[in-house]
């Protein structure tokens, strides 16, 4: 259930972003979602990618701080209030959201959200019991 | 003006009879008094008796800052408890901190030597001393305080920081004299800037400024920008605190107080003798202290010594401005900072070996350090949130433990330069040094 994300520490300087996509290319790894959270100096950058064993192992060769991160990612109907419903049921259920990105496949009607919260094996019961369908890593990784 | 003619302006040779009766009568005292130095002295075979000239001086032993911390708090007492009337405390995480003890006789030498400073810089009793050395722990702000009331002089006892309200002091009181660290002048004259002012047309005539190494160009950076004459103040607390050596009008060296404060200058390697006019590591004998009296302190300042009488009149020798360290000590606004203290802390924190960089900047003529923190395993998180946590810990550590507010970056693994294996600890892109 849960999916391994793949967290980067960056300073924020420029070409940093280029540098690490250039080098998961060239490993053929590749990336199905990303996000960035930044402060003025540093970020963490995010990525759900097909192969994360391998990410964190050529990253770390490179000399990036890498960690995996377990995150749920779910199904949202890709239509107004689709996410403040799951939302608001977490928040019944007193589950923190860390953080969470959304990303829409191709033609699909669904979007995918990747979330972060800390007490995951609560947080998947209730997705599931309010019938929200959380998608397997292997799934992901086939994307 | 010279405030003690009987011994700034001293023939040389009664000042050398004089400095070797006092050299006789601490050598003695320290060997029946003090157990540190009798074993020390003993260790290199000299008895008290043996000091016949001064040049008797190079038979005995040298004491190091690191013998100091070891001896803490009241290894180094020479005067008995209940004569101490005062006591500084330098800061500390590598070992212990550094303690001066003052007799009452120590406080009245104390502000002799820093009247004469004063003077020195043109201070008389109708002067207004703005002092904006930080009163405390450190020797700054109470050593100028001593010497500007032995003199009369209307004292302000402003301390470090709060600058706008400095400068409205400044104006509303017509300070005259200023007493701080050179980049905190700097900072004056940018902060009166920005609030509208011309710092040139500020009060102030003189500034007595010290406790950091700082070169020429600040020095005519600082006179332009306040309109002032910008004297070098000396001294470190293990020996008294300030009033070690002051500049006088026609800057050309610091005249040190040899009557209390005997100069040597050595090589740092060798540890012979160097003569007049090469340059090397300052060494200092306390000839007239009694709380705590050091022998042959090693100040790890490079400087030269010229005994030659000055233009002014006064015939003590003088020191040339100090050039450096034989150490890697840096001063940032006044506090003494080594980098292993800072690579200490951060051990703790990290619970690891550090890899660690410190940038050191001018930032509104403020000494700026920032430690740039390579982002390891174990203080990397998924969260930003934790790793800001982990900026400030280090922050509040090292204020904490050294007294300095420092700026600490997380940068990425491998991001500081590594030569040989062994990364350069410091980039010092101070521009005025």
Partial sequence: MLVKQISVFLENKIGRLAEITELLGQNKINIRALAIADTTEFGILRLIVDNPEKAQEVLE?????????DVIVVKVADKPGG????????KKSDLNVEYLYAFVKQSGENALVVFRIENTSEAIKVLQGMGVEIISPEEIYSL | MIWNPRYECIDRKELEEIQLERLKHLVKRLYERLPFYKKKLDEVGVKPYQIKSLDDLRLLPFTTKD????GYPYGLFTAPLEDIIEFHISSGTTGKPVVDGYTRKDIDIWSEVMARALASAGCTSKDVVQNAYGYGLFTGGLGVH????????KTIPASGGQTRRQIMIMKDFGSTILTCTPSY?????????????NPVELPVKVGVLGAECWSENMRQEIEKRLGIMALDIYGLTEIIGPG???????????????????????????????????????VITTLTREGTPLLRYRTRDITSINYSPCRYGRTIARISKIKGRTDDMLIIRGVNVFPSQIENI?????????????????????????????????IFF????????????????????????????????????????????????????
Avoid at chain 1, 61 to 69: L, Y
Avoid at chain 2, 67 to 70: F, K, T, V
Avoid at chain 2, 146 to 153: E, F, L, P, S, V
Avoid at chain 2, 261 to 280: N, V, Y
């Fill in chain 2, 244 to 282: 070690v050596a002051q500049e006088c009008e026609y800057k050309e060296g610091l005249h040190i107080y040899e009557d209390h404060f005997l100069p040597e200058i050595i090589d740092p390697d060798t540890l012979e003798p160097l003569p007049e006019g090469e340059e090397g590591e300052l």
């Fill in chain 1, 61 to 69: 060769d490179r000399g990036f701080a890498a960690k995996q991160t």
């Fill in chain 2, 67 to 70: 013998e100091l911390r070891q």
């Fill in chain 2, 382 to 433: 998924d969260e930003i949130k934790r790793l800001e946590e982990i900026e400030k810990r280090i922050a509040k550590e090292i204020e904490e433990n050294l007294g300095l507010r420092v700026n600490v970056k997380l940068v990425e693994p491998k991001a500081i330069g590594r030569s040989a294996g062994k990364a350069k600890r410091l980039i010092d892109r101070r521009e005025l040094k």
């Fill in chain 2, 185 to 197: 002048a700097l900072h004056i004259a940018e902060t009166a800037e920005e609030m509208g002012e």
């Fill in chain 2, 146 to 153: 001593y010497g500007a009331q032995r003199i009369g002089a």
């Fill in chain 2, 346 to 378: 951060l051990m703790k924190v990290e619970e690891t070996e550090p890899h660690y960089q410190l940038v050191l900047e001018r930032k509104k003529g403020l000494d700026d350090l920032t430690v740039e923190v390579e982002t390891t395993p174990e």
């Fill in chain 1, 83 to 90: 996410l403040a419903g799951i939302l608001k049921e977490l």
